[in-house]
């Protein structure tokens, strides 16, 4: 790794991990788990820290976000911090006007809908980045072996977000940009694709362990599009990476089309929401890609008994895998009881210790 020497893989704090011995794809003694939106909104701490600071301020604020990515670890005992931030910063380091709307989501003040808007944007200049170098580093000098986990946006996604202006339930403007403008379209994902690119690797360079690229609206694309507009793009965000030995996870929301296609992009591992099960999944990754999630968020509200027997079930199709992370299938919802979190982490380590015994 082209990282410092003080880097927590290359310094052995972080290598042997749960996590990162599952994202090199082989299974540790217990099957590593944390949650996608661990750090925030359905904490009482983060929500009593974050009182007068806006969402995005405090993801530039490098003490603030560091404490606000430790808080579920210390509560949950998580196998991973995942770095408190939000997959719009790189559009607002590199100077575009967006700001996030309570109920709402990102909402940008100028969407960009034309060739020539497409033009006026600028990357990201590298000193911008240094609040987000300070976070991790800060971060990683409290968790010790924890390994911590940095994130991006993947191209379509943060495309989604600026032609549209905010979330959309179909990214229809985008997607017809898509088709009606081709160069435009691809204009728009190379920058950003370098935009989170270099969030990526100044994460990983100040000291994150593992990567995940959220494309949170693929679930819009049909498979065609995917693989022809859209996941080479992806591909040149993690191209980023190159030269530095960390493992890779790539997410998306309604992917179940696309999984191999997003796994050949060069991910390690792939994250698989709710809606369709661990097994299926590794079966459409030919069972040689490892898996993480799919807890479905929807069942931390039912009885710990059915949730108890959904977890269990999650890790016995994840066993069709070479190794399985354990996760929700989208992030943890705002009105969720901390303490379920923590009683599913318990069980996790609980069950697969279990049945590595057994």
């Not at 940009?177 to 990983?204: E, I, K, T, Y």
């Not at 898996?291 to 929807?298: E, M, R, S």
């Not at 210790?353 to 057994?358: C, D, E, R, S, T």
Request: one cysteine or more.
């Amino acid at each position: 790794m082209s990282s410092p020497a003080s880097h927590p893989l290359d310094d052995g704090r972080t290598t042997s991990s749960a996590l990162i011995t599952a994202l090199r794809g082989q299974r540790p003694e217990r099957t590593p788990v944390w949650f996608m939106r661990q750090a925030g909104r359905s904490l009482p701490e983060y929500r009593a820290l974050r009182v007068g600071t806006s969402m995005l301020d405090a993801c530039l604020n490098p003490e603030l976000a560091s404490e606000i990515t430790l808080q579920p670890v210390r509560r949950h005992r998580v196998d991973a911090a995942v770095f408190f931030s939000d997959i719009v910063i790189p559009l607002r380091l590199a100077g575009v006007p967006v700001e996030i709307v309570a109920g709402r989501g990102p909402v940008l003040e100028t969407p960009i809908r034309t060739a020539s808007d497409i033009l006026r944007l600028r990357p990201i200049d590298p000193a911008a980045l240094d609040p987000i170098r300070e976070g991790v580093a800060r971060t990683v000098a409290e968790l010790d072996g924890t390994p911590l986990i940095g994130f991006a946006g993947a191209p379509f996604t943060l495309a989604s977000y600026l032609v549209e202006g905010g979330p959309s339930k179909d990214q229809q403007r985008a997607r017809s940009l898509m088709v009606s403008d081709p160069h435009a379209w691809a204009q728009l994902l190379n920058w950003c694709a370098d935009v989170s690119g270099a969030f990526l690797r100044a994460q990983v360079e100040a000291g994150a362990s593992a990567v995940q690229l959220f494309d949170s609206w693929v679930g819009s694309l049909s498979r065609h599009d995917y693989q022809r507009r859209v996941a080479p793009h992806s591909r040149r965000t993690l191209s980023a990476l190159r030269g530095l030995d960390v493992p890779i996870i790539h997410f998306g929301v309604g992917s179940g089309e696309v999984l191999d296609l997003m796994a050949g992009i060069g991910a390690d591992a792939v994250g698989v929401d709710w809606r369709i099960p661990l097994d299926e999944a590794s079966r459409r990754l030919g069972g040689n890609v490892v898996v993480q999630g799919n807890i479905d968020p929807a069942w931390l509200g039912a009885p710990w008994d059915k949730l108890q027997a959904h977890v269990l079930d999650v890790l016995e199709r994840g066993k069709s895998a070479p190794a399985h992370v354990v996760n929700l299938g989208h992030g943890v919802p705002p009105d969720t009881d901390p303490e379920v979190l923590t009683r599913i982490v318990g069980l996790v380590h609980e069950a697969s210790v279990g049945a590595l015994v057994a």
